[in-house]
């Protein structure tokens, strides 16, 4: 019998570590299952994904098809109605099923570092890993959510999903966050690796807040080595976490269902990134 495949789209996908992280809970696991790093461009996702045969189980989704996936979904997750985007796609006789972990791994992560509630929040970025951001502050029982971006249209979309959750959302120009007065219990920064972004934090506003920057290569970014505040996560914790969901969906279906061996399946995936 075939192993079962799996691979993660996005473009670029070169510098994705994701691969290293599937193969190591599959190898403690004791499956033998490929998972393959494929460079997809847009226009060519849903010619991809609807041509796999029945020896693909399913697929994990990065920059820039997160959105781009929700049309050819048959059943969506509460998360992925919640973000409006899906990262990982599970193949089904149903149809494709879209799951979000990137939520997952936000929250549990900040949870992690002892961050199991939050009042307000600041998140940098205004894309579909923005939208998992606030819906996992809102989760961790933020208010306040400030979004900071360059252009206030980057973050259109993020009003209706806070209105949703119930928080109260104010969107700034990246230029303008000295402007913040309000102690911040969180920073979340969304922003692409390698962005080029000055970002210009008022001392006292963040003298008690968890930076969570979900880039991770390279690391650390310009954020992460001048902060100020009181601790750091990096990208490669989120990472690691949201691939632990990933690979309890491709095996049971549910991101909520842990599984046989789950400490050490998660213990082997930090060890194979160096954490």
Same mark, same amino acid.
């Given at each position: 019998?075939?192993?079962?495949?799996?691979?993660?789209? @996005?473009?670029?996908?070169?510098?994705?570590?994701?691969?290293?992280?599937?193969? &190591?809970? #599959?190898?403690?696991?004791? *499956?033998?299952? /490929? %998972?393959?790093? !494929?460079?997809?461009?847009?226009?060519?996702?849903?010619?991809?994904? /609807?041509?796999?045969?029945?020896?693909?189980?399913?697929?994990?989704?990065?920059?820039? *098809?997160?959105?781009? !996936?929700?049309?050819?979904?048959?059943?969506?997750?509460?998360?992925?109605?919640?973000? $409006?985007?899906?990262?990982?796609? *599970? %193949?089904?006789?149903?149809?494709?099923?879209?799951?979000?972990?990137?939520? #997952?791994?936000?929250?549990? @992560?900040?949870?992690?570092?002892?961050?199991?509630?939050?009042?307000? +929040?600041?998140?940098?970025?205004?894309?579909?890993?923005?939208?998992?951001?606030? +819906?996992?502050?809102?989760?961790?029982?933020?208010?306040?959510? =400030?979004?900071?971006?360059?252009?206030?249209?980057?973050?259109? @979309?993020? @009003?209706? !999903?806070?209105?949703?959750? $119930?928080?109260?959302?104010? +969107?700034?120009?990246?230029?303008?966050?000295?402007? !913040?007065?309000?102690?911040?219990?969180?920073?979340?920064? /969304?922003?692409?690796?390698?962005?080029?972004?000055?970002?210009?934090?008022?001392?006292?506003?963040?003298?008690?807040?968890?930076? =969570?920057?979900? &880039? #991770?290569?390279?690391?650390?970014?310009?954020? &992460?080595?001048?902060?100020?505040?009181?601790? +750091?996560?990096?990208?490669?914790?989120?990472?690691?976490?949201?691939?632990?969901?990933?690979?309890?969906? =491709?095996?049971?279906?549910?991101?909520?269902?842990?599984?046989?061996?789950?400490?050490?399946? *998660?213990?082997?995936?930090?060890?194979?990134?160096?954490?």
């Amino acid at each position: 019998m075939a192993p079962e495949r799996l691979a993660v789209l @996005g473009s670029p996908i070169a510098h994705s570590l994701s691969p290293v992280l599937h193969r &190591a809970a #599959y190898g403690v696991l004791g *499956l033998d299952w /490929t %998972y393959e790093a !494929i460079d997809m461009p847009r226009d060519q996702l849903a010619a991809f994904v /609807t041509s796999r045969d029945e020896s693909w189980r399913g697929l994990s989704l990065t920059m820039p *098809l997160k959105v781009e !996936i929700l049309p050819l979904l048959s059943e969506l997750s509460e998360l992925t109605r919640e973000t $409006g985007s899906a990262n990982t796609v *599970l %193949y089904g006789q149903a149809g494709l099923r879209g799951f979000n972990t990137d939520v #997952y791994g936000l929250e549990n @992560g900040l949870t992690r570092h002892g961050r199991t509630s939050l009042g307000s +929040v600041l998140i940098l970025g205004g894309g579909a890993t923005a939208a998992s951001a606030l +819906v996992a502050a809102a989760r961790l029982g933020a208010h306040t959510v =400030f979004v900071g971006v360059r252009s206030p249209e980057r973050a259109s @979309g993020l @009003g209706a !999903i806070a209105a949703a959750q $119930g928080v109260a959302i104010q +969107v700034r120009k990246l230029a303008h966050l000295l402007e !913040i007065d309000e102690r911040l219990d969180a920073v979340i920064s /969304t922003l692409p690796n390698g962005a080029a972004v000055e970002v210009a934090l008022d001392p006292d506003t963040i003298s008690g807040a968890t930076l =969570f920057d979900v &880039a #991770y290569s390279p690391w650390p970014t310009p954020l &992460a080595a001048s902060w100020t505040g009181e601790d +750091v996560i990096g990208g490669l914790e989120m990472l690691v976490l949201q691939a632990l969901a990933q690979v309890r969906i =491709f095996v049971h279906g549910d991101p909520d269902v842990r599984l046989l061996r789950d400490d050490e399946v *998660l213990g082997a995936m930090f060890a194979a990134v160096g954490l």
